[in-house]
């Protein structure tokens, strides 16, 4: 059993409610089944070890030093804010990394010193860059990863200070863990030191979803899941709405539109109130409801980074999706039973046409199911293996 410290602030992964908190829920509990696991996040006490979903997900210890969780406590009181500001001020300074300076705290600088003393782990791997090493955490003794949710240079196109840290990475740390082979190939790309990388896409929750039945939905209904406030969501779906919604009714007088996602501000829901056929679902509990419902689930996104989770969960739940290139990546290498790609505003509208024709092939639904839980669970897209571990 190897040893292996992980580096998250990504505190939600115990109750996963987002995309990126299920990934690092389900990353976590991959690593734990045939490792030991311990978990550096200086917003956890100690206590957190005793909780049910700890326990369920393996993980042995979380560590960190007092003194990192002591600041995280203040600055989450009324004023605290200023007050860390005042100490990063005192016992910090800026750090040239690259040619841009990135900001240091003290907070980050604890982390820095905690890694770098830390020498009984076979394995660290930082979780996102929300943190980051300030000098290289290379060490003979053991590999260190990056959990990379996104290309976040890409996400961030106007923040230098990103680009800079990515760029480095490579005189930084041994690899990096992506969603995506597209994703694969920018990181090696753009450092300018050579670097590992592996894919471990996104997958689902098969075990969750598995007993509901296929029941191929009588209906026109169309559906778009995402975080409506993450700005390449809310891009793609102000395309469609302008580009494509209009002439589908024309085309299918029963057809309808459902966005279900995750904190819609008030401007987006005025905003949607423009357009007939549109029902929002803020923040559903459950989406299972909603897959078996529709008929087809779209994800019409023109940017971005990593692969989005609504793709495999719409097809374990055997509902097809309509995707552009950009949305499916990390899912188009191969052919999908259930998947379809379109670019053009065209030739989306004339795949959703043929996909509304199509809705009642429970066969294809089961299809397209049986391959998602094949394949897409989260079991079989996370492989420790890639980076040397059990």
């Not at 003393?117 to 660290?124: E, N, R, V």
């Not at 700005?231 to 085309?251: F, K, M, Q, T």
């Not at 357009?275 to 994800?299: G, M, Q, R």
């Amino acid at each position: 059993m190897k040893k292996l410290l992980f580096i998250t602030h990504i505190t939600g992964f115990l109750r996963p409610g987002n995309g990126g908190q299920l990934r690092t829920h389900f990353v976590l509990k991959e690593l734990a089944k045939n490792n030991h696991v311990d978990v550096y996040c200086d917003q956890f006490k100690t206590s957190v070890e005793t909780t049910p979903e700890w326990l369920q997900l393996g993980l042995k210890n979380s560590v960190a030093p007092s003194l990192a969780v002591a600041l995280r406590a203040i600055s989450q009181r009324r004023g605290g804010t200023r007050l860390t500001g005042l100490l990063n001020a005192i016992f910090t300074s800026q750090k040239s990394l690259g040619q841009t300076s990135l900001p240091k705290n003290l907070s980050n600088q604890l982390l820095n010193q905690f890694v770098l003393q830390s020498d009984d782990y076979d394995c660290i791997m930082l979780d996102t860059l929300q943190c980051y090493p300030e000098v290289s955490w290379k060490n003979p003794g053991r590999s260190t990863w990056l959990n990379a949710h996104n290309v976040d240079s890409i996400l961030n196109p106007n923040d230098h200070r990103i680009l800079a840290l990515e760029t480095n990475l490579g005189s930084l740390i041994d690899g990096v863990v992506c969603c995506t082979e597209s994703d694969e190939e920018r990181f090696q790309s753009m450092n300018g030191s050579p670097i590992a990388t592996v894919c471990w896409p996104n997958g689902t929750d098969e075990l969750r979803q598995s007993n509901a039945p296929i029941n191929p939905p009588n209906n026109s209904e169309v559906l778009f899941v995402g975080s409506l406030n993450y700005p390449p969501n809310v891009e793609g779906i102000r395309w469609y709405l302008n580009s494509v919604h209009l002439d589908i009714i024309e085309a299918n007088d029963q057809y309808t539109l459902t966005i279900a996602g995750r904190n819609p501000s008030e401007e987006f829901l005025k905003e949607m109130e423009q357009f007939p056929k549109v029902n929002i679902v803020p923040n559903a509990p459950d989406l299972s409801e909603l897959y078996f419902k529709h008929c087809t689930s779209i994800v019409p996104l023109l940017s971005g980074s990593g692969s989005r989770l609504k793709i495999p969960e719409s097809l374990v739940h055997g509902c097809p999706v309509l995707s552009t290139s950009i949305g499916a990546e990390g899912y188009h290498e191969q052919p999908v039973p259930g998947l379809t790609l379109a670019d053009s505003q065209q030739h989306f509208k004339d795949s959703l046409k043929l996909m509304l024709n199509a809705s009642k092939d429970g066969l294809k639904r089961e299809e397209a199911c049986q391959h998602a839980r094949a394949h897409f669970t989260w079991a079989a897209t996370i492989q420790p293996g890639k980076i040397g571990l059990d």
